[in-house]
């Protein structure tokens, strides 16, 4: 077992500064903005289609999207506006931090 690596003032400030973050689009901006189905937007948050339906229907088969979802829609919208300048590094290390080279 390895020692975890002490936190200094600047990854502290970091964590601060993400844990009051309101990072959040609902499914009807993300929808309106991207060209994507009810099956992109399930994978996005993994969630099942039938869930994501029920965030576009109205009346009583409504249901709200939880909080996480909100955020990995604007973390999405954040990835494909800004995808060309993101270094291949910084991608994998965030998209597959298991693997090894």
């Known amino acids: 077992m390895t020692n975890p690596r002490p936190l200094q003032a600047r990854e502290q400030n970091l964590i601060d500064f993400y844990s009051h973050c309101q990072l959040g689009m609902t499914p009807n901006k993300f929808y309106a903005k991207w060209d994507v189905n009810h099956e992109a937007i399930a994978r996005i948050c993994s969630r099942s289609v039938s869930t994501v339906r029920r965030w576009f229907s109205k009346g009583r088969n409504y ?23 993101i270094p291949e590094e910084l991608l994998k290390k965030v998209c597959f931090p298991n693997r090894h080279k």
């Open 63 to 85: 249901r709200r999207p939880m909080p996480s979802d909100l955020r990995h829609l604007a973390l999405m919208d954040f990835l494909l506006e800004g995808f060309e300048g």
